[in-house]
């Protein structure tokens, strides 16, 4: 779980400060050297979203007690790296928007909206709790 929140944590500064930031003030052009960058920093997070996924689903317990828990972290990778797969629509519409509107003036605005949330699925706090309690009561049983 822990390398999962430092994946939450870099996706959320990448996402609400670097992205912004590169691309530039309100009628300015970004820093195209800092937009690609930020693009390899977004590759590199599905690349560690995927392979925490792959880790998740390829343990495996010498004793049933964390199966359930295990289950409960199945998908939260998949449930970040499905923001990720969303903002390429949103630059492939951006892009597409822009190609298409050819006569520009000075007070030209489009104005783009996207909304991401890298964290846990909603329900997961709830979920791994039960879990846990599971855990710890097959535990308890297994030690008598």
């Given amino acids: 779980m822990f390398e999962l929140e430092k994946l939450i944590a870099s996706s959320k500064q990448i996402f609400t400060v670097q992205l912004i930031s590169s691309w530039g003030e309100d009628g300015h052009s970004g820093d195209e050297n800092l937009i690609v960058h930020i693009g390899k920093l977004a590759a590199r997070l599905s690349d560690g979203y ?33 923001q990720l797969e969303l903002t390429q629509n949103l630059v492939a519409e951006v892009a597409q928007v822009i190609s298409e509107h050819t006569d520009w003036s000075e007070d030209d605005v489009l104005k783009f909206e996207h909304v991401m949330v890298f964290d846990f699925p909603e329900d997961f706090d709830d979920r791994f709790e039960k879990a846990m309690r599971h855990a710890e009561q097959v535990l308890m049983l297994g030690e008598f």
């Fill in 50 to 82: 995927a392979a925490w996924e792959e880790e998740v689903h390829s343990v495996f317990f010498e004793q049933e007690a964390f199966v359930k828990t295990n289950e409960v972290l199945k998908g939260c990778g998949y449930h970040n790296f499905k």
